[in-house]
């Protein structure tokens, strides 16, 4: 089955610690996104790629970095920088490289993070 | 700027009622997409829909049917005989040209509680 695979679903660390999320699908889609989901509100775009070797920030990236060195993969770090990185984590994929007809977003199931 | 606006925070219905989730957007490009996505409890978004801004034809599917009026802005959704089933957090998108067709601008959702 094809889809997109967040691990791990629930991940505590402390504070000032850096942790790496990971995304993988295999679709075949060449974009992938990060959103953030705080309680009540919407997703807000982190980081995007629409292609392998290159990235572009979102609204709200300061704290986060990403890489895109696979098709298939879109790890996300959220860094001792990040002030408040207690959230919800969501990755997705899109088939188009910005073609209209190919920009509905596909999403994983998330990785919630808490820092204590 | 782009903006998506879903003004009801969250509804409560009793089975086999209609609901309807209102969305209302902003945006000064002239092409453009709307999207409907569906959030259960499980976290994992669900896409639903996709319209572009040349097609303002109503659609149904099964039970839901989405309703896109450009001379108000605004892309409706209504849930025909809602069941227990339907309850989730439902999040309206918006995608154009200036900001890239792939870059989606989310309201903050609509939470729906169907009781039996």
């Known amino acids: 089955d094809g889809g997109i695979t967040q691990s791990p679903k629930y991940l505590f660390r402390k504070e000032g610690q850096n942790v790496t999320l990971s995304c993988e699908q295999n679709?075949?889609?060449?974009?992938m996104y990060w959103y953030r989901q705080d309680p009540g509100q919407g997703l807000r775009l982190i980081y995007y790629?629409?292609?392998?070797?290159?990235?572009q920030k979102g609204d709200i990236a300061e704290g986060y970095s990403v890489s895109r060195e696979k098709k298939e993969s879109f790890p996300l770090t959220v860094t001792s920088a990040q002030k408040n990185p207690t959230a919800f984590y969501l990755c997705?994929?899109?088939?188009?490289?910005?073609?209209?007809?190919?920009?509905?977003?596909?999403f994983g199931p998330g990785t919630r993070l808490t820092v204590l | 700027a782009q903006k998506v606006t879903q003004a009801q925070t969250e509804i409560s219905v009793v089975e086999k009622e209609d609901v309807t989730l209102d969305c209302v957007y902003e945006?000064?490009?002239?092409?453009?997409?709307l999207f409907w996505y569906k959030q259960p409890p499980s976290g994992e978004l669900v896409f639903l829909i996709r319209?572009?801004?040349?097609?303002?034809q109503n659609e149904i599917s099964g039970r839901y049917s989405w309703n896109f009026q450009k001379s108000t802005s605004s892309f409706n959704f209504t849930i025909t005989a809602s069941q227990v089933v339907d309850s989730a957090v439902y999040f309206c998108?918006?995608?154009?040209?200036?900001?890239?067709?792939?870059?989606?601008?989310f309201g903050t959702g609509t939470r729906l509680l169907v009781s039996p």
């Open positions: 319209r572009n801004s040349f097609d303002e």
């Open positions: 679709l075949n889609h060449d974009a």
């Open positions: 998108a918006l995608s154009g040209m200036n900001t890239g067709f792939q870059k989606l601008v």
């Open positions: 945006t000064r490009d002239t092409t453009y997409y």
């Open positions: 790629s629409q292609i392998v070797n290159d990235f």
């Open positions: 997705a994929s899109s088939r188009g490289r910005d073609r209209r007809m190919d920009n509905e977003q596909f």
